[in-house]
């Protein structure tokens, strides 16, 4: 195991999540109905005591999805690829042949995905406030790719303007990689493919029964709080800025790095 920070931003795998991988796939389990499934994960979801997220009253509309891609690429689908984001958001854009706009160039009309927080900033975009009265001077639907705050800290997010449409959250940073699973909150009930992947239960259930069984093995901000301590303890050894996500950090030189390797080590 590399025993420095690393460019690779390596997810939380320690022992206790290891097992609980053991556990999921030695002992036998149930299935999870639909509602028991939603209701668990939105509960998890907004449980946690380190980042403060208002406006959820708003979002009555909840959906199980594949992971955070599995929202983005509903949405990318919908309207043909005609979305904007911003610069230094999710690598599957660029991967995908979709370039940044930057913040005051923002076009009219045309819906904006956005990851809060942002691993590059470790926190919301700078200027949020600004671009969300850009996007309603423009009329331009958001929709908040929301896959960091698991295994963030004091990010503090308002979901009560009204251009914000829905949010998208999964467990994919506790090592669940390999079965994500997630929610979308919507403001409005809209007829997509993640509405009828729901409406006809087409997920696999192993996704809900483990989902369900991670939820209630693990604390929702069980990252933080194990691991707050070594955090700034790698971080003062190696000359970091420490981050408000668990397994990142930035060099003297303002650049990202990742610390997850360490934590665990």
């Given at each position: ?35 028991v499934f939603v209701n668990t994960a939105d509960e998890w979801f907004k449980s946690t005591k380190l980042n403060n997220v208002i406006g959820w009253e708003k979002f009555k509309e909840k959906d199980v999805i594949i992971g955070c891609t599995q929202f ?140 369900f069984f991670m939820m209630n093995n693990i604390e929702r901000d069980y990252g933080w709080n194990t691991y707050k301590t070594k955090h700034y303890e790698i971080c003062e050894k190696f000359s970091l800025t420490p981050s408000k996500l668990l397994h ?18």
């Amino acid at each position: 195991m590399n025993q420095s920070p690393t460019k690779i931003l390596f997810p939380i795998l320690d022992d206790h999540l290891k097992t609980l991988k053991q556990r999921w796939f030695a002992e036998a389990h149930e299935n999870v109905g639909h509602d028991v499934f939603v209701n668990t994960a939105d509960e998890w979801f907004k449980s946690t005591k380190l980042n403060n997220v208002i406006g959820w009253e708003k979002f009555k509309e909840k959906d199980v999805i594949i992971g955070c891609t599995q929202f983005i690429e509903n949405i990318c689908l919908k309207h043909s690829w005609n979305i904007q984001v911003l610069p230094y958001d999710y690598a599957y854009y660029s991967v995908m042949g979709k370039q940044s706009t930057s913040p005051g160039e923002l076009k009219e009309g045309i819906p904006l995905i956005v990851s809060l927080p942002n691993w590059k900033y470790g926190d919301i975009y700078p200027s949020w406030d600004i671009i969300l009265k850009e996007c309603e001077n423009k009329n331009i639907d958001i929709h908040i790719d929301c896959a960091w705050i698991t295994c963030s800290r004091d990010i503090h997010l308002d979901l009560t303007h009204p251009n914000i449409k829905s949010i998208g959250m999964s467990m994919s940073k506790y090592n669940l990689t390999w079965n994500r699973v997630g929610l979308r909150w919507s403001k409005q009930k809209t007829m997509d493919s993640i509405t009828l992947f729901n409406a006809q239960r087409k997920y696999n259930e192993s996704l809900t029964a483990c989902g369900f069984f991670m939820m209630n093995n693990i604390e929702r901000d069980y990252g933080w709080n194990t691991y707050k301590t070594k955090h700034y303890e790698i971080c003062e050894k190696f000359s970091l800025t420490p981050s408000k996500l668990l397994h990142v950090a930035h060099d003297k030189n303002g650049d990202v790095v990742g610390i997850g390797n360490l934590l665990t080590s």
